[in-house]
T-cell receptor, first 111, second 113 residues
Framework: GQQVMQIPQYQHVQEGEDFTTYCNSS?????IQWYKQRPGGHPVFLIQ?????EVKKQKRLTFQFGEAKKNSSLHITATQTTDVGTYFC???????????FGKGTRLSVIA | DGGITQSPKYLFRKEGQNVTLSCEQN?????MYWYRQDPGQGLRLIYY???????QKGDIAEGYSVSREKKESFPLTVTSAQKNPTAFYLC????????????FGDGTRLSIL
C-alpha cells in the first residue's frame, strides 16, 4: 500500500529560527493534507494541497506540493513557542479508502 | 457546537478485560475512523466505517471490534486478545469522500493496570 515518509522525525530550534518538514511518496498523490497535534492534544487539520506545484500560505506557514505530486513541505518562518507540536502529512490511498498518515515531525522551540 | 466527543478521557483496563471506547459525532458525517497512536508514533488505522451498518478493517484490526448501528456513533471495543492495548486512541470523521480532511475527537488514553 501507499506510504508517506516524513522527515525529520524530530527538530529542535531556537525561537525565531525557521523550520521545515518534508513528506515524500513513491506514488503520485491526488492531494496531500497537513495536520498539527499539540502536546497532549488531537490532530487538527491545517490545509489541503491538490494542484501540482501548489503553494499556500497561512501567516508564517508555507505549504508546497511538488511538481510531480510526490512530495510536499511545510515551512514555518520565525518559529514561536506556540508552534510546538507534531506536524503530520496525510494523503488518500488509492481508491475510496482512508488517509495514510506520515509518522510526523515533532517540533520543539526553545525560548 | 458541532464536533466529535470521545469518552472517557482516561481508561484503565485489567488483564483479560474487554473495554469499550465511545465516539459520538454531531457533524452529520457519513464516515468515521479509529486510530491508535503510540508515544512518538504516527496514527495507525484500526477500523473505519463509511456508512451505517458497514465497516472495514484498517492496518491493525486484530484484537479490536467495532459497530456502526447509528450514523452518529462508532464505538471501539478493545478485547482481551489485544496484548498491548496501552495507547492513545483517536476517533475521527469526515464526509466520506476520498481525500476529505478528517475531524478528530480529543482522544482516550487507555492503560493496563
Amino acid at each position: 500500500g501507499q506510504q508517506v515518509m516524513q522527515i525529520p522525525q524530530y527538530q529542535h530550534v531556537q525561537e525565531g529560527e525557521d523550520f521545515t518538514t518534508y513528506c515524500n511518496s513513491s506514488t503520485t498523490l491526488s492531494n496531500i493534507q497537513w495536520y498539527k497535534q499539540r502536546p497532549g492534544g488531537h490532530p487538527v487539520f491545517l490545509i489541503q494541497l491538490v494542484k501540482s506545484g501548489e503553494v499556500k500560505k497561512q501567516k508564517r506557514l508555507t505549504f508546497q506540493f511538488g511538481e510531480a505530486k510526490k512530495n510536499s513541505s511545510l515551512h514555518i518562518t520565525a518559529t514561536q513557542t506556540t508552534d510546538v507540536g507534531t506536524y503530520f502529512c496525510a494523503a488518500p490511498n488509492s481508491g475510496n479508502t482512508p488517509l495514510v498518515f506520515g509518522k510526523g515531525t515533532r517540533l520543539s522551540v526553545i525560548a | 457546537d458541532g464536533g466529535i466527543t470521545q469518552s472517557p478521557k482516561y481508561l484503565f483496563r485489567k488483564e483479560g478485560q474487554n473495554v469499550t471506547l465511545s465516539c459520538e459525532q454531531n457533524l452529520n458525517h457519513d464516515a468515521m475512523y479509529w486510530y491508535r497512536q503510540d508515544p512518538g508514533q504516527g496514527l495507525r488505522l484500526i477500523y473505519y466505517s463509511q456508512i451505517v451498518n458497514d465497516f472495514q478493517k484498517g492496518d491493525i484490526a486484530e484484537g479490536y471490534s467495532v459497530s456502526r448501528e447509528k450514523k452518529e456513533s462508532f464505538p471501539l471495543t478493545v478485547t482481551s486478545a489485544q496484548k498491548n492495548p496501552t495507547a492513545f486512541y483517536l476517533c475521527a470523521s469526515n464526509g466520506g469522500q476520498v481525500g476529505q480532511p478528517q475531524h478528530f475527537g480529543d482522544g482516550t488514553r487507555l492503560s493496563i493496570l
